[in-house]
């Protein structure tokens, strides 16, 4: 039975995406990503065992190669190009899961969202959920037709440095930093060298993992206002959400999405970039 809270404009359970698996304008993109330190080969992985038709969605490769930082949102004509590639397009209703259970799948929800596109979800739970239900998985390359695609860039759902600089500065922000607390605090190293440890002044931390349940599904919206409340979390104020990458600030957005909370805009350089700059203020402690 697919769950009540089924939103394909957010998020949607296992069983939602099992009934719709046969629908012709259903596109599944595999989007698992790892932190350098973690030895693992996303697109191996997914080779080995996907679900069924999933395309996969290469995060560090469909990013901007003109930028220092890793995988920085992609101009349109690339994102376009590479989507029309992979058969992704207009009219189609996108379902983005990872590896990992709900970890990079928000991170192409939002950027899909960036582009315009509104008709996409992430597959609560992911690929884990998937397997341990004993749900089918292929190890076949899916079959591609090229699909035309509309992108109409929403610049209000992404910040760059000056923007957060001057949010952090005036105060007219609630920045949420997704991070581990230990990272926010400055007490545990980067994993990317040559970074600074700390967070931006006035940010608070609402670490990711704390809006999710232990199989890694993502807690329902009492649940997911609680623990912004819990973090301390100002959501009467428009919000930056800010991480390592980009990565996880993903999923701080798509809570924010599912409680009603839609003025959300993501610093995609966040502490790769904000880290890496001398002249920009630091914070440590909690």
Sequence with gaps: MADMLDDPKTLVSTGWLAAHLKDPDLRILDASWHLPGDNRDAEAEYTAQHIPGARFFDIDAISDHRSDMPHMAPPVEKFMSRM????????????????????????????????????????????????????????????????????????????????????????????????????????????????????????????????????????????????????????TKPVITTCGSGVTAAILALALERIGKTDHSLYDGSWSEWGMYDDLPIATGN
């Excluded at 992108?151 to 759902?157: A, D, F, G």
């Excluded at 910040?159 to 230990?182: C, E, F, M, W, Y």
């Excluded at 002044?201 to 819990?230: C, H, I, R, W």
């Design 84 to 235: 029309r590639a992979m058969g992704v397009g207009d009219g189609h209703q996108v379902v983005v899961y990872d590896s990992t259970g709900l970890f990079s799948a928000a991170r192409v929800w939002w950027l899909f969202r960036l582009m315009g596109k509104t008709d996409v979800a992430v597959l609560d739970g992911g690929l884990p959920k998937w397997l341990a239900e004993d749900r089918p998985v292929e190890d076949m390359p899916p079959v591609i037709r090229d699909r035309h695609m509309t992108v109409s860039r929403q610049n209000l759902l992404v910040k760059d440095v000056t923007q957060v600089a001057r949010a952090a500065k005036l105060g007219d922000h609630t920045i949420l930093d997704a991070r581990a607390p230990t990272r926010f605090a400055g007490t545990a190293p980067e994993p990317r060298e040559g970074l600074r440890a700390g967070h931006i002044p006035g940010s608070t931390n609402v670490f990711y993992k704390t809006l999710l349940k232990a199989d890694g599904t993502m807690k329902e919206a009492p649940a997911l206002q609680k623990a912004f409340s819990d973090a301390g979390a100002d959501l």
